[in-house]
C-alpha cells in the first residue's frame, strides 16, 4: 500500500524567513510520481511541482525548491524568503505509474506567514 | 483557458436526501477524477472517468457513484446521504491520451456539501 506521511501539522514563521516543509512517502513500486499541491482559503488545488520516480534532480523555481532523495524516501519543499501570500496548506502526494491519476495525499502541512 | 468549473459551489441536505454535484473539465481534457475532502480523513480518492467509462475506483461505498458524458462533462451522486458525507467534493481533469498514465491534474474550487 502506498501512504504519504508529513509531519508537520503546522508551521508559522516570519515574513522573508526560510521554511522546508518535509514529505516521506511509502511504496513499493519501482515507478511512480511525486507532488506538491498547495491549497488556499478559496479550496483549489494548486498544483506546484511534479517529478517521476527516476528523476531525483532537485528543482528550484523561483523562491520555491524541492528536494527528492529516494534513499530517504523523501520530497522535501523548501520556501526561500517567505512572503505572506505563501500562506496556505501545502499537500505532498504520491501516484503510481499505472493509475496516476488516483493520487494519495498527505494530511497537509498548514504555512502561517506572519508579517 | 477556463479552469475546472464545479456546481453548484455550496449546498445543503438533510440526512437521506441524494445529491448531484457537476464538473467541467478544461477544454480538450478528457480525464476527470472525484475526491473526497474532509478534516478527519484529508483528500481521498472517489473515482477517475476517461471517455465516460471508469478506469479507477477509491475505497468508498456504493453510495458514491459518478458518469461521465461524451463532452467530457461528469456528475457524481451520492444517494442516502449521512452526516459523515459532509465534504468539500474536487473534481480534476487532466489531458489524457489513451488509458494508461494521465497529464498534470487541473482542479476545481469544489462543492462543499453540508449534511444537516
Known amino acids: 500500500a502506498q501512504k504519504v506521511t508529513q509531519a508537520q501539522t503546522e508551521i508559522s514563521v516570519v515574513e522573508k524567513e526560510d521554511v522546508t516543509l518535509d514529505c516521506v512517502y511509502e511504496?513499493?513500486?519501482?515507478?511512480?510520481?511525486l507532488f506538491w499541491y498547495k491549497q488556499p482559503p478559496s479550496g483549489e488545488l494548486v498544483f506546484l511541482i511534479r517529478?517521476?520516480?527516476?528523476?531525483?534532480q532537485n528543482e528550484i523555481s523561483g523562491r520555491y525548491s524541492w528536494n527528492f532523495q529516494k534513499s530517504t524516501s523523501s520530497f522535501n519543499f523548501t520556501i526561500t524568503a517567505s512572503q505572506v501570500v505563501d500562506s496556505a496548506v501545502y499537500f505532498c502526494?504520491?501516484?503510481?505509474?499505472?493509475?496516476?491519476?488516483?493520487?494519495?495525499f498527505g494530511s497537509g502541512t498548514r504555512l502561517s506567514i506572519r508579517p | 483557458k477556463a479552469g475546472v468549473t464545479q456546481t453548484p459551489r455550496y449546498l445543503i441536505k438533510t440526512r437521506g436526501q441524494q445529491v448531484t454535484l457537476s464538473c467541467s473539465p478544461i477544454?480538450?481534457?478528457?480525464?476527470v477524477s472525484w475526491y473526497q475532502q474532509t478534516p478527519g480523513q484529508g483528500l481521498q480518492f472517489l473515482f477517475e472517468?476517461?471517455?465516460?467509462?471508469?478506469?479507477n475506483k477509491g475505497n468508498f461505498p456504493g453510495r458514491f457513484s459518478g458518469r461521465q458524458f461524451s463532452n467530457s462533462r461528469s456528475e457524481m451522486n451520492v444517494s442516502t446521504l449521512e452526516l459523515g458525507d459532509s465534504a468539500l467534493y474536487l473534481c480534476?481533469?487532466?489531458?489524457?491520451?489513451?488509458?494508461?498514465?494521465?497529464?498534470?491534474?487541473?482542479f476545481g474550487e469544489g462543492s462543499r456539501l453540508t449534511v444537516l
Open positions: 511504496t513499493r513500486d519501482t515507478t511512480y510520481y
Open positions: 480534476a481533469s487532466s489531458f489524457r491520451i489513451q488509458a494508461e498514465n494521465t497529464g498534470e491534474l487541473f
Open positions: 502526494a504520491l501516484s503510481l505509474w499505472s493509475s496516476a491519476s488516483k493520487i494519495i
Open positions: 517529478r517521476n520516480s527516476f528523476d531525483e
Open positions: 472517468y476517461f471517455s465516460e467509462t471508469q478506469r
Open positions: 477544454s480538450g481534457h478528457r480525464s
